[in-house]
Each structure stands twice: as C-alpha cells, then as structure tokens.
C-alpha cells in the first residue's frame, strides 16, 4: 500500500479491473479494493473517471471473482460489495474472520438491518433528534405481516391517518421490493398484499432530500417526489394507486425553479448531527438517506427510507469524494498496523 500522494489529475480510464495483481504486483505500492457489485452496478459507480483518478491517487479496483474462493484472491486492502444472498453474506463473513486486516465495506449483518423497513427506520425513531436547527423523525407507520382483511381494523386501532404509502416490508433491491402504493381510504387497504409497512403520507411540496454518507463526508441533492395530497384530493379519491417503481424515476430537482420553503435543504449541522449517530448505530459508512420536509413546517424532517451503497454515481463530486474516503481508510489501517510495532 503507498499512501495519498495527492496527485488528484484525472487521466484515461485503465481497466485494472481485467489486469492480473500478480502481474503488475500492486500491493506493493497501491491500495487494493476488491469489488463485487452487480454489472449494473458496475457501469453507474465504476466509470472511467472514477477509475482514472483512483488510479492517479494509488487505488485499484480489482473485480472479485465469485467463482473462486475469495481467500486466493487479492491480497485486498479493503472490499467493497453489494450483492445479495445468504450464501454470498456467509461468505463474506468468513472472509472478515479470517482476514481482518482486509476492510470490508460494510458489515453483512449491519446491511442487512437495512433489508426490512421497520428496522431500517428504528434507529432514526430511537434517537428521537430535536434540537436548536430542527426535528427528525420517523413517519408513523405500522407493519401488517399476514391477512389483509384485518389491516383496516389495525389501521382504526393504531390511529394512522390517511392516505398511507404501502412499502413491501422487505427492502432487499428487488424490483417488488421498490413497488409502493398510495391508499385513499381504509376500504380499499384490503386490497394490499402484506407483508409490508403502512406508513402515513407526508405532504412535503413534491421535493425530498437524498443525503449521500461516504465515511464522514455528507453531499445533500433535491429530487423530485409524489405530489401532496390535499384533502379535497383526499375527499374525492378512493382506492389504491401503485407506483412500480417511483424514486428511481424521480428526476433532479437541483435545477428547478420551487418555492424556497420546498428548497431549502436541511441544515448541515442537523444533518451532520444525523449522519454521525447514524453511522454509529448502524455500524455503515455507505448508506444514503431520503428526508422530507413536512410541508409549512420549516424545522420539521421525517427519513422515510434509507439504503445501502446507493447510486453514487449521480452524486455530484463523487469520484474525489470516494476516492479520499479509500485513502482515509487505508491510511488509518497502516498507522493502526504501525503502532503495533515495536
Ligand atoms: O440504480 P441507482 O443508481 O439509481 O441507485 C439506486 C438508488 O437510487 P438513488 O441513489 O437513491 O438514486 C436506490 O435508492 P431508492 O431506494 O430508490 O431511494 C437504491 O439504493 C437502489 O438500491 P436497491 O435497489 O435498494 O438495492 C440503488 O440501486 P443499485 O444501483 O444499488 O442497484
Ligand atoms: N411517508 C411518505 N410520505 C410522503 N412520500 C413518501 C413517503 N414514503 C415514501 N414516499 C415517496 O415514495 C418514494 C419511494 O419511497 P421509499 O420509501 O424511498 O422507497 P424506495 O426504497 O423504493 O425508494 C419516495 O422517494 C417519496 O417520493
Ligand atoms: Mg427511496
Ligand atoms: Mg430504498
């Protein structure tokens, strides 16, 4: 491993990726990351800027076969993935025992935390955040596990006002596990396949918060969101309505022309607040985070969804960010190995 030496020039993209370690014997002078990540994947975060000036700061990435037993692999400074799969999870384990001088990013159970909605959002509701630049909660929500007919019942005794989102209660990246729904009236609820978790809507003038966290660095983007409901809407409207799929089809707002009070972003230091007791809750240093505003209520955020190693490859900056953050790693791992010498 050599450390930053902070050449930050961008040059042409060197598929490392297809190069033998061997060969160019980069552990000596390079900072190793082994990737397993989905061809999809691959394409919106791997691209060639990203790899050019990795390469130019002394990091590699280095694809992961996963055909072959990941101890003959590498040697890695750090492991970077994001694939499902229990058989994978073990995997990775195993390798986190019996390599742990290797950084894997992040921990498989701590991921995992993030598979089921109701858990993914327990840590924001137990911090219960409310301080001088605002409050950020959860909104209410209810999980239904099995039987449908009896989700208006539980709907009545659990006080959630209407409309509700039905989130499938899984969240693992499955195309069914993004397919929302909004529901206008208890009736209609019966209609919805559980698992899943009933959460109310909250108007927030059609604009939410991706708040990206690599390692301690924080870059917050505007994305266009459903509309708000408005009780005449609300009166007139019964049924279900489905979303297949409807963040990812959500364009940038960072440009639009909206109301201030819909644009303001969050206050930085609620968010750094946030991210911080995050981080250490969650045991992640790759995750983002969708806030809302409550719509009228300056100081007033809810986090309705959270996901692991999100698509960074539209967040702008993120090559120089992703790339420091690697750096950071490998350096306190080295000073770490360093101390314990005598
Ligand atoms: O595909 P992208 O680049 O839009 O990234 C997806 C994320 O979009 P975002 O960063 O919010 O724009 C997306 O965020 P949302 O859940 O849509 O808010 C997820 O993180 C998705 O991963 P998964 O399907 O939940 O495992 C992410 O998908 P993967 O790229 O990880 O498959
Ligand atoms: N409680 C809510 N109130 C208002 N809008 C919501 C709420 N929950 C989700 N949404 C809207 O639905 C979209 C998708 O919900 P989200 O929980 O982020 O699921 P996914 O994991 O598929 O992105 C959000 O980006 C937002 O536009
Ligand atoms: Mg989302
Ligand atoms: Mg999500």
Not at 59 to 76: E, H, M, Y
Not at 204 to 219: N, T
């Given at each position: 491993?050599?450390?930053?030496?902070?050449?930050?020039?961008?040059?042409?993209?060197?598929?490392?990726?297809?190069?033998?370690i061997?060969?160019?014997?980069?552990?000596?002078?390079?900072?190793?990351?082994?990737?397993?990540?989905t061809?999809?994947?691959?394409?919106?975060?791997?691209?060639?800027?990203?790899?050019?000036?990795?390469?130019?700061?002394?990091?590699?990435?280095?694809?992961?076969?996963?055909?072959?037993?990941?101890?003959?692999q590498?040697?890695?400074?750090?492991?970077?993935?994001?694939?499902?799969?229990?058989?994978?999870?073990?995997?990775?384990?195993?390798?986190?025992?019996?390599?742990?001088?290797?950084?894997?990013?992040?921990?498989?159970?701590a991921?995992?935390?993030?598979?089921?909605?109701?858990?993914?959002?327990?840590?924001?509701?137990?911090?219960?955040?409310?301080?001088?630049?605002?409050?950020?909660?959860?909104?209410?929500?209810?999980?239904?596990?099995?039987?449908?007919?009896?989700?208006?019942?539980?709907?009545?005794?659990?006080?959630?006002?209407?409309?509700?989102?039905?989130?499938?209660?899984?969240?693992?990246?499955?195309?069914?596990?993004?397919?929302?729904?909004?529901?206008?009236?208890?009736?209609?609820?019966?209609?919805l396949?559980?698992?899943?978790?009933?959460?109310?809507?909250?108007?927030?003038?059609?604009?939410?918060?991706?708040v990206?966290?690599?390692?301690?660095?924080?870059?917050?983007?505007r994305?266009?969101?459903?509309?708000?409901?408005?009780?005449?809407?609300?009166?007139?409207?019964?049924?279900?309505?489905?979303?297949?799929?409807?963040?990812c089809?959500?364009?940038?707002?960072?440009?639009?022309?909206?109301?201030?009070?819909?644009?303001?972003?969050?206050?930085?230091?609620?968010?750094?607040?946030?991210?911080?007791?995050?981080?250490?809750?969650?045991?992640?240093?790759?995750?983002?985070?969708?806030?809302?505003?409550?719509?009228?209520?300056?100081?007033?955020?809810?986090?309705?969804?959270?996901?692991?190693?999100?698509?960074?490859?539209?967040?702008?900056?993120?090559?120089?960010?992703?790339?420091?953050?690697?750096?950071?790693?490998?350096?306190?791992?080295?000073?770490?190995?360093?101390?314990?010498?005598?």
């Amino acid at each position: 491993m050599r450390l930053n030496d902070d050449n930050d020039e961008e040059e042409g993209p060197k598929t490392m990726s297809q190069c033998s370690i061997g060969h160019l014997q980069p552990e000596k002078s390079f900072v190793i990351v082994g990737y397993a990540l989905t061809s999809k994947k691959v394409e919106s975060f791997l691209k060639p800027k990203l790899e050019g000036l990795a390469r130019n700061k002394g990091i590699l990435f280095v694809a992961i076969d996963q055909n072959r037993p990941l101890s003959d692999q590498g040697p890695f400074d750090i492991v970077l993935h994001k694939l499902t799969g229990k058989e994978w999870r073990q995997i990775l384990e195993e390798y986190r025992r019996t390599h742990p001088e290797v950084t894997v990013l992040d921990p498989p159970d701590a991921i995992q935390h993030l598979h089921n909605r109701q858990s993914m959002l327990q840590c924001v509701a137990d911090m219960n955040l409310s301080e001088t630049y605002g409050k950020v909660g959860v909104p209410r929500q209810l999980v239904i596990k099995r039987d449908s007919s009896s989700i208006p019942d539980a709907v009545t005794k659990a006080g959630l006002i209407l409309p509700l989102v039905a989130k499938p209660l899984v969240a693992d990246g499955s195309a069914k596990s993004h397919e929302l729904s909004l529901a206008y009236d208890e009736y209609s609820l019966q209609k919805l396949e559980p698992p899943l978790v009933l959460q109310e809507f909250v108007n927030h003038g059609g604009v939410l918060f991706k708040v990206y966290i690599v390692g301690e660095a924080i870059k917050v983007v505007r994305r266009f969101s459903l509309p708000d409901v408005t009780k005449r809407e609300l009166s007139k409207n019964a049924g279900v309505f489905r979303f297949p799929r409807v963040s990812c089809a959500a364009a940038s707002a960072d440009d639009a022309d909206l109301d201030p009070s819909v644009a303001e972003l969050p206050p930085r230091p609620l968010l750094e607040r946030l991210a911080k007791e995050l981080r250490r809750r969650l045991g992640l240093r790759l995750f983002n985070l969708d806030i809302i505003r409550e719509h009228g209520r300056r100081d007033h955020f809810y986090v309705i969804d959270i996901n692991y190693f999100p698509g960074y490859g539209k967040m702008p900056g993120y090559e120089h960010i992703f790339t420091d953050f690697l750096l950071s790693l490998a350096q306190s791992r080295y000073k770490k190995v360093n101390s314990w010498k005598p």
